[in-house]
């Protein structure tokens, strides 16, 4: 396994740009998460994919981020209309099994000017 | 809606020495996992114990051990002969076992450990 990988590291954008973040989960893991955290707090949950299924979303998640996995691998979350309050660490994790520990990738580090 | 809380915003450890870093939560749920994550500077965060609350008996992994006590809701975690890699962030977690929870975990606001020579 190589691990959880996300793409870019990090983003720097102007307020009111779109951006989209990729994320690419251990192969075989079908359990996809996104988290946000932001300086000196601890990850918050955004969204979860089973396969190609959206399950939960969080009321974190506003009308401006929208996540897809259209194949049931990798996973794309966009922030439309960035504003300065979406400046933040976007983490995504995976796991195999629904029980199973979550892995986690380094991060898209969002920086909205 | 669980919560997780960590008190200790910091804490410093000698090299070689012992080190407690607390949580405490709050769930009506009874069963459910807790989790210890470690973040290093600019690295991402690793999985370095987790407890099943169903069982009694403390989990331990190498120089890490926690200390569950279930009706108190609090879950310590040990670090037995401190290293300089063990310097990092390191936030305390919870996850349901209902399958309806999603298997989302909530994150306590993370313990800094500084580890001195």
């Known amino acids: 396994d190589t691990g959880v990988s996300q793409d870019p590291r990090h983003k720097i954008t102007k307020r009111g740009q779109n951006v989209t973040f990729r994320c690419d989960p251990i192969s075989e893991h079908n359990r996809l998460y996104w988290y946000r955290q932001t300086l000196g707090q601890g990850p918050e949950f955004l969204t979860y994919?089973?396969?190609?299924?959206?399950?939960?979303k969080s009321r974190l998640l506003s009308d401006r981020f929208s996540a897809e996995r259209p194949k049931g691998s990798f996973s794309t979350l966009e922030i439309q209309r960035t504003e300065q309050g979406d400046s933040a660490m976007y983490l995504c994790a995976s796991s195999l099994a629904l029980r199973d520990t979550q892995y986690f990738g380094p991060g898209t580090r969002l920086t909205v000017l | 809606a669980q919560t997780v809380t960590q008190s200790q915003p910091e804490m410093s450890v000698q090299e070689a020495e012992t080190v407690t870093l607390s949580c405490t939560y709050d769930t009506s749920e009874s069963d459910y996992y807790l989790f210890w994550y470690k973040q290093p500077p600019s690295r991402q965060m690793i999985l370095v114990i987790r407890q099943e609350a169903y069982k009694q008996q403390n989990a331990t992994e190498n120089r890490f051990s926690v200390n569950f006590q279930k009706a108190a809701k609090s879950f310590s975690l040990k670090i037995s002969d401190s290293q300089l890699g063990d310097a990092a962030m390191y936030f305390c977690a919870y996850r349901s076992e209902f399958t309806g929870g999603g298997n989302k975990l909530t994150f306590g606001t993370g313990t800094q450990l500084k580890v001195e020579l």
């Open positions: 994919f089973q396969n190609e299924a959206q399950l939960e």
